[in-house]
């Protein structure tokens, strides 16, 4: 089955510098990607939506100039946290986009654990 | 403003039994909806697809129902195993996919 692959699992970074976390579909072409982040018991909250070779759409109230995504190819996209601060310690998930017959189906990744100290 | 709900936050039942979760919706119906599973420091991993026109969807111990007129589906687990035990989520989105809309997730608990 289609495999979405994120990267690192997880990270543990000083306050005030910047954390890259990369999400990869592994087997099929993801002509869009979704980022999201999850705190403890609630559920997953979209940021932003991006699209291979086009600025991503970010939800209201995501500061897209501290979370800057990139959607460079149609297997990559990268989330980077920047100037973190101990607030932005949460669960990163990404997803992409598949189409089949179906309809499409989202995959997710495993998810990065990002702590800032 | 599109709003997913699953009220019930955890469900606890006995091994064997079916479990059965809810996922509303308001405003508009959606052109699928989709049911997830998220065991604790991972993500969702996808279970079932269910179309607006389809009533009906079974993949071996899973059902979904989907009742546009009450806005609601329904996901059942048959005899369920402690295994089962995750949080499940309902997502929402349109023809264009362009969006998903998550319920907040139901916690099972399957006691052997």
């Known amino acids: 089955g289609a495999v979405v692959s994120q990267h690192p699992s997880w990270v543990i970074c000083k306050s005030g510098t910047s954390v890259k976390i990369e999400c990869r579909s592994l087997d099929f072409q993801a002509t869009t990607m979704f980022w999201y982040r999850q705190f403890p018991k609630q559920s997953l909250m979209l940021m932003a939506t991006s699209n291979e070779g086009s600025k991503a759409t970010y939800e209201q109230g995501v500061e897209k100039d501290k979370f800057l995504i990139n959607h460079a190819s149609l297997t990559l996209s990268t989330l980077t946290v920047t100037s973190a601060h101990p607030e932005d310690s949460s669960f990163y998930i990404c997803?992409?986009?598949?189409?089949?017959?179906?309809?499409?189906?989202?995959?997710f990744g495993e998810g990065s654990w990002l702590t800032v100290v | 403003s599109q709003k997913t709900e699953q009220n019930s936050e955890a469900l606890n039942i006995q091994e064997g039994k079916t479990a059965t979760l809810t996922c509303n919706y308001t405003n508009y119906s959606p052109a699928y909806l989709q049911w997830y599973r998220q065991d604790p420091g991972r993500g969702p991993v996808f279970l079932l697809l269910i179309r607006e026109n389809e009533k009906e969807k079974r993949k071996e111990r899973l059902k979904v129902t989907f009742d546009t007129t009450l806005k609601q589906s329904l996901f059942h687990i048959t005899a369920s195993q402690p295994a089962d035990s995750a949080t499940y989520l309902c997502?929402?989105?349109?023809?264009?996919?362009?969006?998903?809309?998550f319920g907040s997730g139901t916690k099972l608990n399957v006691k052997p």
């Open positions: 997803s992409a986009s598949a189409r089949g017959g179906s309809g499409n189906t989202i995959y």
């Open positions: 997502a929402l989105t349109r023809y264009n996919f362009n969006k998903f809309y």
